[in-house]
């Protein structure tokens, strides 16, 4: 048995009955990273002495009797989480030095729970890629053929769960950065209700639409996970007072009585015919489960991604302001005057496609611009939620693709920005409404790559998109298939 490729709730037996210790674990998982870090380069840092000291303080928390859901599971955290004491970049040259005082809300409650962190994954910079090639610190490589993308922004964190460098981890969904990279590598993602999840510390990219979600091998885990980090934070705004259920009891076979709504405007031309084939297999399983399925309509989902690509940078544009080598972060001392340094500090240390979105987002807000962009945006924002509000008076689920393709190749599209923004068409409309999405893996293209299936419920229902998940995951039997690396 490889330690290193089993889930949560397998490893939480073993530690529990004493048959592994943390430390035995957080050692094998070290091993694999030595192993095949180099192959996949999904870490920007790694932790890896404090990693054994949390394993071995783990230990004494089981032997006590003390032991919590995730105690001694060794976990990776996107490099856009505050870690108190460890680097933290962002992916950016801007941040190379930045060593957080305090640890975000979510890395908080996973120390909490005993577990070993193992280092920071890698993303794209600031959040901003669907590929993960635009990390100042490497490129990761997907794990089932590495001459392909992991996916992004979170890829570095959905590479390090498929290529069993880590157990689990967590990612940030703006655009579908935990979902999309989730489908690439063949593992489950999952992008909670907007609030239902704190973003204190968590560096902001576009604010009304970050959030912060797990990356497992399978439903189960992914349902661990969130039942861990979710929960009310005073120390974020945007955060909900609601109760937060056990979705682990939402894990049940059959699905009877609900009905699962198919978005014909998911499925137009572009859809390439390996996803459509595989993503029609797993409605298949979730019909042979009880589910019923209806169609609906979208019908401003055509719109999602020009409005996304204003809301989005005009955001980060501001959220962006604060790095200008004054208060931390990259400095540029050899500028002879406050604005040379302003401007050169930015420059070098943000990457090119950062300025370009920084540069978009200013534009879009600018004097006698607003109106006519960001303004106009938000609008659409608000018909893409009626659309949403009206799809599910008719269904409990939304059932689609995550992505119109399958992994593509390593730096195919970099000269092409736009038709990386559209490969994000299937998940952005989900962060603009701010509803709950998961991606299950359903299938696998014929070069061998994964293919997720997307499901979306209304604001606060994880627990019937996790019974959906669940059923999918039962139904398609593939949640045990690993990659080989050697």
């Known amino acids: 048995m490889k330690l290193f490729e089993q889930t949560i709730h397998q490893l939480r037996d073993l530690l529990d009955n004493r048959d592994i210790s ?68 962002c992916g950016s040259r801007i941040l190379e030095t930045f060593v957080p005082p305090y640890d ?46 992991c996916g992004g922004s979170s890829g570095g964190s959905a590479a390090a769960v498929a290529a069993g460098e880590c157990v689990a981890s967590l990612g940030s969904d703006t655009g579908g950065s935990v979902r999309q990279p989730a489908s690439h590598c063949g593992v489950v993602g999952l992008k909670p209700t907007y609030g239902r999840v704190s973003r204190f510390g968590l ?86 489960a009880g589910a019923e399925a209806v169609e609906v309509s979208l019908p401003h989902t055509e719109y999602g991604v020009a409005a996304y690509y204003i809301i989005a940078p005009a955001e980060a544009s501001s959220n962006l ?26 420059s070098r240390g943000f990457g090119p496609e950062v300025k370009r979105r920084i540069l978009i987002g200013t534009y879009a807000l600018s004097s006698g611009y607003y109106d006519a962009y960001y303004k106009k945006a938000s609008q659409v924002r608000t ?36 038709s990386m923004y559209l490969s994000d068409a299937l998940t952005i409309c989900n962060n603009l409404a701010g509803l709950p999405g998961i991606s299950v893996p359903c299938g696998f293209s014929p070069d061998g790559l994964p293919i997720g299936l997307q499901i979306q419920a209304p604001h606060f229902r994880e627990e019937t998109m996790f019974q959906a998940a669940y059923n999918l995951e039962l139904g398609l039997g593939i949640s045990n298939k690993r990659p080989d690396l050697g």
Do not use: H
């Open 22 to 89: 943390s430390v035995e674990l957080t050692n094998d998982i070290l091993k694999r990273i030595d192993a095949v870090e180099d192959k996949v380069g999904a870490y920007i840092t790694q932790n890896r002495q404090q990693a054994l000291e949390q394993a071995a303080a783990a230990d004494k928390m089981l032997a006590a009797g003390e032991g919590r859901p995730l105690c001694g599971i060794p976990l990776a955290i996107k490099d856009v989480m505050c870690t108190k004491g460890v680097r933290t970049t």
């Open 104 to 149: 975000a809300t979510v890395v908080r409650k996973l120390k909490e729970q005993g577990t070993p962190l193992l280092g920071k994954a890698s993303m794209d910079e600031f959040a901003m890629g669907s590929s993960n090639e635009n990390c100042a610190y490497g490129v990761p490589k997907n794990p089932w053929n590495t001459a392909y993308i």
């Open 203 to 288: 560096l902001a990219f576009a604010s009304s639409l970050d959030q912060i979600g797990p990356l497992t091998r399978d439903v189960r885990d992914s349902a661990l996970m969130l039942n861990a980090i979710a929960g009310y934070d005073p120390r974020d705004s945007t955060s909900v007072q609601a109760d937060v259920p056990d979705y682990t009891k939402s894990l049940t076979e059959g699905m009877a009585g609900l009905k699962i709504g198919i978005p014909a405007e998911y499925f137009a031309a572009g859809l390439a015919p390996e996803v459509k084939a595989a993503v029609d297999k797993g409605i298949a399983a979730l019909l042979a």
């Open 321 to 346: 302001a604060r790095y200008d080598g004054v208060k931390y972060g990259y400095r540029n001392l050899e500028a002879d005057n406050l604005a040379d340094m302003y401007k050169t500090s930015r």
């Open 383 to 418: 018909l893409i939620m009626e659309d949403y509000k009206t799809a599910f008076a008719a269904c409990d689920l939304l059932v689609s693709p995550v992505t119109p393709n399958p992994a593509w190749q390593l730096g195919s599209k970099l000269s092409d920005p736009l």
